[in-house]
């Protein structure tokens, strides 16, 4: 099966925690700090593999965590950095935040690297808080943890040329003729469900075909196979519109040429304007096929697009039609779903609003992450230490949040399993 799209949780590493120590030396009573500061915790870093196709991996396994940082030690030695995690995708795929649609990255260029997911940073071990008036600090920061998120990969494939138009058109039996790629074909709807690839030899002037499969009525809402296969066309510099012009099966081509082409425009504005030749098709077994075929054109031509008569059962007209197809893309720019100025790595949230302070019952509560790691670095039985955490909670604004909530001196403040009474 043809896997296009999955999601998946990733977490980078995170920071290991800086070390409280003293040396210990013979003749050296009381030595001075020597915790040494944690590791970085890995990244996620995603590459292009070209020799993947599909996302089928990705079914199996959803949840990829890179590596902690270790925790630093004594004798100021730094703990070793967590290994990178890395993340093989094929060229196409979009990686986008599940929470916000966000994209992150464009993964085409074959071994192309982007971080995702950036590892926490190593806390600081206890020398690194050392001062001429504290000479023995008794606590060190833990490290800080990896980032987190659920993305969706999506994979549009790299074709040059899109085959598209209405089931059983004969878009397989052109990318039968034209390539060495045999995907199946019989005479009914929807027999192409997967994308099919196929290389079109013409020298030096080769490209990459796909035969995207039917689009109908609706497609650009979710109808029948519609937005599996509408992406897929994202990333072509070109469009061959096929149309069966012998009507055999009661279908009106112009009606059909109008229909795909709304949902295109409906689907994507940029999809609707990419150039586009048609392929009036099946006309070996079109009675009065110069009527047929000039009633056609004189309706789709003045209208800018070039209209080519092809037999895809018999060749007829085939060849010239990929030439002319070939000619156009040495004149058509690159596709790009993202800009290299939109790309970005995600980026963790703001920390200034990493907290949230409420009242509960006759407690008031402090609640985030960036508490959680300022508890986790904090010795509560030494003065200093607390100290510190007297400090970093008014630089970060907790204390002027909790007297914005009303607080007053002797009310019990909460923080994860802590409780003390709050005083100026």
Do not use: C
């Not at 991996?57 to 967590?82: H, I, L, P, S």
């Not at 040429?257 to 099946?282: D, H, S, T």
């Amino acid at each position: 099966m043809f896997i296009d799209s999955a999601k998946i949780k990733i977490k980078a590493g995170n920071g290991g925690n800086g070390a409280v120590s003293f040396r210990r030396e013979k003749y050296v009573a009381k030595g001075g700090p020597d915790g040494g500061d944690g590791g970085r915790g890995g990244n996620i870093v995603f590459v292009v593999d070209p020799g993947l196709r599909t996302l089928q991996d990705f079914r199996y396994k959803r949840k990829y965590r890179a590596e902690d940082g270790q925790n630093g030690g004594k004798a100021n030695r730094t703990g070793k950095d967590g290994e990178d995690l890395v993340i093989r995708v094929p060229p196409g795929t979009l990686v986008k935040e599940e929470k916000t649609g966000r994209i992150i990255a464009d993964m085409v260029k074959p071994w192309e690297k982007v971080v995702i997911a950036k590892g926490g940073r190593g806390g600081a071990g206890n020398q690194r808080f050392a001062t001429p008036t504290r000479q023995v600090p008794n606590f060190a920061k833990p490290g800080q943890e990896g980032e987190e998120l659920s993305v969706i990969l999506e994979l549009k494939l790299l074709a040059d040329v899109g085959l598209i138009g209405f089931p059983n058109v004969g878009k397989s039996t052109i990318l039968s003729v034209v390539t060495s790629a045999a995907p199946k074909i019989a005479d009914y709807h929807f027999t192409t469900i997967t994308p099919n690839l196929g290389v079109v030899d013409l020298g030096e002037d080769s490209f990459v075909l796909a035969d995207i499969p039917g689009i109908i009525e609706g497609a650009h809402q979710g109808v029948g196979l519609g937005h599996e296969f509408l992406r897929h066309i994202e990333r072509t510099k070109l469009l061959i519109h096929v149309v069966d012009i012998s009507g055999s099966e009661g279908r009106d081509p112009l009606e059909d040429f109008e229909i795909i082409n709304k949902e295109l425009k409906e689907y994507n504005e940029p999809l609707f304007k990419r150039p586009q030749i048609v392929a009036a098709n099946k006309i070996d077994i079109t009675e009065d096929f110069e009527k047929k075929l000039t009633e056609f054109k004189n309706v789709i031509e003045p209208k800018g697009y070039k209209v080519f008569p092809i037999s895809a059962a018999t060749s007829k007209g085939v060849k010239e039609l990929m030439r002319y197809a070939a000619n156009m893309l040495k004149e058509l720019p690159e596709t790009v779903i993202v800009k290299p100025e939109e790309k970005f790595v995600y980026e963790a949230e703001n920390e200034e609003d990493d907290f949230k302070v409420y009242k509960e019952n006759d407690v008031y509560v402090v609640e985030g992450k960036w508490v959680e790691r300022l508890i986790a670095s904090v010795n509560f039985n030494d003065y200093e230490s607390l100290q510190y955490f007297q400090r970093s909670m008014k630089r970060k604004g907790i204390i002027d949040a909790l007297e914005a909530e009303g607080i007053n001196e002797g009310d019990t403040v909460r923080v994860e399993d802590i409780e003390f009474e709050y005083y100026k």
